[in-house]
C-alpha cells in the first residue's frame, strides 16, 4: 500500500487534490484508517492518478475523467477514445472561439490609439512634496512592481496626481500597493504618469532630508529635484491599469495582527508548493475571534481560508513598515487586503492563489 503524501509525489497531483477526488468519488483510496482517517492507495492506483492528472491538465471536465477512468482497464477502450476526441474537438473549437475574440478586441485597440490622444506628450505640472512622505510611499510600493518584459506598462510606479494627493501605485496582477503623499501647487485635471522603475529607485535615493522636494512634468519627462540632486528621466510611454476598479471591498473578516508575531508565525507555519513547486504557499484563516492562523490545510469550503504566495506576503509586511496591521478577507478567491490601521491610503493587495483540486 502508498501512503497518500507517497501517491501525491509521484502522480503530480498534490495531497489535497487526492482527498478532493476521494471525496467526488473519482478516486478512492483502496483503504482508509478507521482510527485516524488516514488514506492508502493500492500499487495499481498509482497509474490512475497519473493518468487522472493528465486528464485534469489537459482541462478535461470531471464528469468525463469519471468515465475515462471507469473504462481506463478494461478489454474495450473505445469510449475512452471517443471521450478524448470529444474533448480535443472542445478545446480545438474554444481556441477558435478565443482567437477570434482577441482578434476583435485587438481591432478595438487599434481604433483607440488612433483616436485618442496621448496627454503624456502635452501635460506640464510642478509640485512640491515632503520628502519623508514621498520616500514612505515608494518605499511602500517598490516590492510590487513588475519585472515581466512582455508587460512594460507594470514595469514602474504609477504617479497618479490629483488635488493636494499624489497616489504612488505599483502591480505585477499578483499583487498590487497603494500609498499616498501629499503635494502642493497642482490645482490643474488630474494627471498619471509613469515613472520606470530605475527612475522611481534613483528619485527615492535622493529623499533623505526633511525639506519639501519639488517633482516636475515636461512631456514625456519627470524631473524630481532635491536639493542639489536631481533625478531626470522619459516616462513610460503606455497607459497603466485603472487602479481604483482593482481595489477590494471592505472584507467581511478584520484581523489586527501583530507584524513580528505574524512573520514568525508564517515562517516557521506549515506551507504547502503550488502548481509548479516553486513558490511555498501560506492557508491562513481568519478565526472567529478575530485572529489569523497559518493552518496546514482546509476545506474548500471554508469561507475564512485564504492561501496567497508567502514570499509575496513576507513583502507587503516589510514594506508597510507598521508594528501593526490589519488584516482583511472576504472569500477564498477574493484578494487579501493589508491596510494600515492608522493610514487608510497606504495598503497592499494579494491576489489569492487557488489549490490544485
Known amino acids: 500500500m502508498r501512503s497518500i503524501g507517497e501517491t501525491a509525489r509521484d502522480s503530480g497531483l498534490g495531497v489535497s487534490a487526492l482527498r478532493f477526488y476521494d471525496r467526488a468519488g473519482v478516486l478512492v483510496p483502496a483503504w482508509v484508517d478507521p482510527v ?37 482497464s478494461g478489454a474495450d477502450t473505445d469510449l475512452v477514445r471517443k471521450l478524448l476526441t470529444a474533448h480535443l474537438r472542445r478545446l480545438e473549437q474554444g481556441l477558435s472561439a478565443a482567437r477570434g475574440e482577441f482578434s476583435a478586441l485587438r481591432a478595438l485597440l487599434d481604433h483607440r490609439e488612433n483616436v485618442m490622444t496621448s496627454s503624456l506628450r502635452t501635460a506640464t505640472l510642478r509640485l512640491t512634496v515632503a520628502a519623508p512622505e514621498l520616500a514612505a510611499a515608494l518605499d511602500t510600493v517598490r516590492f510590487a512592481a513588475s519585472t515581466d518584459p ?82 531626470a ?20 473578516r478584520r484581523a489586527l495582527v501583530e507584524v513580528a508575531d505574524f512573520r514568525r508565525a508564517l515562517q516557521t507555519g506549515p506551507v504547502r508548493s503550488d502548481e509548479t513547486g516553486t513558490h511555498d504557499l501560506s492557508v491562513l484563516r481568519v478565526e472567529d475571534d478575530g485572529t489569523v492562523t497559518v493552518c496546514a490545510d482546509g476545506d474548500a469550503g471554508d469561507q475564512g481560508r485564504v492561501v496567497v504566495n508567502r514570499e509575496y506576503l513576507m513583502d507587503a509586511l516589510a514594506a508597510a513598515g507598521r508594528d501593526r496591521l490589519v488584516l482583511e478577507l472576504t472569500a477564498p478567491t477574493a484578494p487579501i487586503a493589508i491596510r494600515r490601521p492608522d493610514d ?8 489569492p492563489v487557488r489549490l490544485q483540486d
Open 233 to 252: 528621466g522619459r516616462c513610460l510611454d503606455h497607459d497603466f491599469p485603472d487602479y481604483r476598479r482593482l481595489l477590494p471591498r471592505a472584507g467581511d
Open 344 to 351: 487608510e491610503g497606504g495598503f497592499s493587495v494579494l491576489m
Open 36 to 72: 485516524s482517517g488516514y488514506r492508502w492507495y493500492a500499487p495499481a492506483q498509482l497509474e490512475e492518478a497519473r493518468l487522472l492528472a493528465r486528464l485534469r491538465r489537459a482541462g478535461m471536465p470531471l464528469a468525463d475523467i469519471r468515465l475515462v477512468l471507469a473504462s481506463w
Open 150 to 231: 512582455e508587460l512594460p506598462m507594470l514595469g514602474g510606479v504609477l504617479f497618479d496626481i490629483e488635488g493636494e494627493n499624489l497616489h504612488a501605485v505599483a502591480t505585477d496582477r499578483y499583487r498590487m500597493a497603494v500609498a499616498r503623499a501629499g503635494v502642493t501647487g497642482h490645482e490643474g485635471d488630474r494627471v498619471q504618469v509613469i515613472v520606470p522603475t530605475p527612475l522611481a529607485d534613483a528619485m527615492r535615493a535622493l529623499l533623505h532630508g526633511e525639506e519639501p522636494v519639488r517633482f516636475s512634468l515636461d512631456g514625456d519627462r519627470v524631473t524630481l529635484e532635491a536639493g542639489d540632486g536631481q533625478a
